[in-house]
């Protein structure tokens, strides 16, 4: 009897060395993370905003962490081909992906999502955000909110806006001002924001609340009229456009943003470093510059800030996305 409890015990004494050195192994395997190169997946085609941002922030992020951020294109489903690739990618801190304003909406625009945007990810860090500005064609007689509601009102046909798709930001932006004011607002979607900023030059709609690097080419050439800025704060680049909010609508705020994510069960210690390279990134004076002439603003923080913000557009879009009605399947 006492020759099975020694026999037992010496079991245990190798099983908990061994696990001593696995644990010890997988930390050491950490600390000297990472050891090759790093795959940034992002969810829309190369040269859009978050491409560009994207590209950006990656080299500077190479150069903290001594290997290469390779930016990856999988464009498809309003950015949920991407998603759902990272989602089912080992948990080892060499694929991530660039989560956006979109995944959050896409969680109540869908009916079935290939992923979970909370329980499938490990927030990074915010990178920046982007403003939408209402703008109208100039032909129509509105200088500011207040009158672009006051003709509104008093138009039998009520007003129409256009988007770069159902579901879109752009979209839902108009979506939740139409919450706001009960105004009689059409929405007319089109095929990206080209096309759409393209008829309201030409006059065949009437506003849009787009994307401002979108936009502001229009606004500066006097092709299009800017009324209000859907950030919290006026941007340096347009200091004589309001704030929706300071137009009589406070709280009113919805910007465009990129974060960065890894799929859920990333170590910390993998998680931090990679928190760490991008707020050095988002400290450089020079991609700083480069964010604020897209009208970008870097939003350097943890990933528990991260975290809560998500959750925070999760539910605020989910209410817009309902009242809305839209859905994309």
Sequence with gaps: MKQHVNRRKICLAMVAALSATFT????????????????????????????????????????????????????????????????????????????????????????????????????????????????????????????????????????????????????LSGEMFKMKTGLSMLHVPYRGSAPAVSDLLGGQVQSMFDNSPSAMPHVKAGKLRALAITSKERSPLLPDVPTVAESGFPGFEVQSWFGMS??????????NRLNTALNAALNDPAIKQRLLDMVATTSPGTPDDMQKFVNDELKSWHEVVKASGAKAD
Excluded: C
């Excluded at 989560?99 to 945007?117: C, E, M, Q, R, V």
């Excluded at 890894?262 to 998680?271: N, W």
């Design 24 to 171: 010890s192994q997988a930390f050491a395997n950490e600390t000297n993370w990472p050891t090759k190169p790093i795959k940034l997946v992002v969810g829309y085609a190369a040269g859009g905003a978050t491409d560009v941002v994207a590209r950006l922030v990656a080299a500077r992020m190479g150069t903290e962490l001594g290997q290469s951020l390779i930016v990856e294109n999988r464009a498809g489903a309003n950015s949920n081909v991407g998603a759902e690739l990272v989602a089912r990618s080992p948990a080892d801190g060499y694929t991530l992906y660039v989560f956006t304003i979109a995944n959050t909406i896409n969680a109540s625009l869908y009916n079935k999502l290939g992923y979970d945007p909370v329980k499938d990810f490990e927030p990074i860090g915010l990178i920046a955000k982007i403003p939408n500005l209402l703008v109208v064609n100039p032909s129509l007689p509105v200088q500011s909110v207040q009158e672009y509601i006051k003709y509104t009102k008093e138009s039998k046909d009520g007003i129409t806006f256009a988007s770069s798709g159902s579901g879109s930001s752009i979209h």
């Design 262 to 271: 890894a799929p859920k069960g990333t170590p910390s210690q993998v998680i």
